[in-house]
């Protein structure tokens, strides 16, 4: 297929194709080729596109297999009682610190009906953030030292420091309870 672009007296721009079979086949696949590589291109930028927003609800399956792709570097475990739930870590210094205090063993109490909240032994890096909207299983730091495990979504205007997120916390209120709880986290 072969374009021919002119300009006509009034300054318009005027196309011409011309169509011979062999080109034709070689320019259609050629722009298929072109078009594939810019679906591909869009869904790998979407995948790794993510810049700490909060995840889309999943469901238990697209949960576990979203585990699975994980490195098991960026994550780590929350057992409550006989529950497990795996933690993805956030790509920041306070969670590479606070990975490194692990296996950790914490009573934490309840606070506002939606967090369990703790002291952490020692402080950890902050680099705060106001994510405006709290999700049923973010993991953050309030300050340098308060490890909160958010188990319910609301809107906030405080600030904290992202540390990570339960993959599936569909049952993670049932699990936390009222109350004071004692949770163990662990990176495997």
Same mark, same amino acid.
Request: glycine share 8%; proline share 5%; net charge positive.
């Given at each position: 297929?072969?374009?021919?672009?002119?300009?006509?007296?009034?300054?318009?721009?005027?196309?011409?194709?011309?169509?011979?079979?062999?080109?034709?086949?070689?320019?259609?696949?050629?722009?298929?080729?072109?078009?594939?590589?810019?679906?591909?291109?869009?869904?790998?930028?979407?995948?790794?596109?993510?810049?700490?927003?909060?995840?889309? /609800?999943? #469901?238990?399956?697209?949960?576990?297999?979203?585990?699975?792709?994980? /490195?098991?570097?960026?994550?780590?475990?929350?057992?409550?009682?006989?529950?497990?739930?795996?933690?993805?870590?956030?790509? #920041?210094?306070?969670?590479?610190?606070?990975?490194?205090?692990?296996?950790?063993?914490?009573?934490?109490?309840?606070?506002?009906?939606?967090?369990?909240?703790?002291?952490?032994?020692?402080?950890? /890096?902050?680099?705060?953030?106001? /994510? @405006?909207?709290?999700?049923?299983?973010?993991?953050?730091?309030? @300050?340098?030292?308060?490890?909160?495990?958010?188990?319910?979504?609301?809107?906030?205007?405080?600030?904290?420091?992202?540390? @990570?997120?339960?993959?599936?916390?569909?049952?993670?209120?049932?699990?936390?309870?009222?109350? #004071?709880?004692?949770?163990?986290?662990?990176?495997?």
């Amino acid at each position: 297929m072969t374009m021919h672009l002119s300009i006509s007296r009034r300054g318009h721009r005027q196309a011409a194709i011309e169509h011979s079979p062999g080109r034709g086949r070689w320019a259609m696949r050629a722009l298929s080729l072109v078009c594939g590589l810019f679906v591909l291109g869009g869904c790998d930028a979407a995948q790794s596109g993510s810049s700490g927003a909060p995840a889309a /609800p999943t #469901t238990s399956s697209t949960a576990a297999a979203a585990a699975t792709v994980q /490195p098991e570097e960026s994550r780590m475990w929350m057992t409550i009682g006989e529950r497990r739930f795996a933690i993805t870590l956030a790509d #920041t210094e306070a969670a590479r610190a606070f990975a490194a205090m692990l296996p950790l063993t914490i009573d934490m109490p309840d606070l506002n009906s939606n967090e369990k909240h703790a002291k952490l032994p020692k402080a950890l /890096p902050t680099n705060t953030i106001r /994510p @405006g909207t709290i999700r049923n299983g973010d993991l953050m730091l309030y @300050g340098s030292q308060t490890l909160v495990v958010f188990y319910l979504t609301f809107d906030s205007n405080y600030s904290y420091t992202r540390l @990570g997120r339960v993959d599936d916390p569909a049952d993670l209120a049932r699990a936390l309870g009222s109350g #004071t709880v004692r949770i163990t986290f662990s990176r495997n």
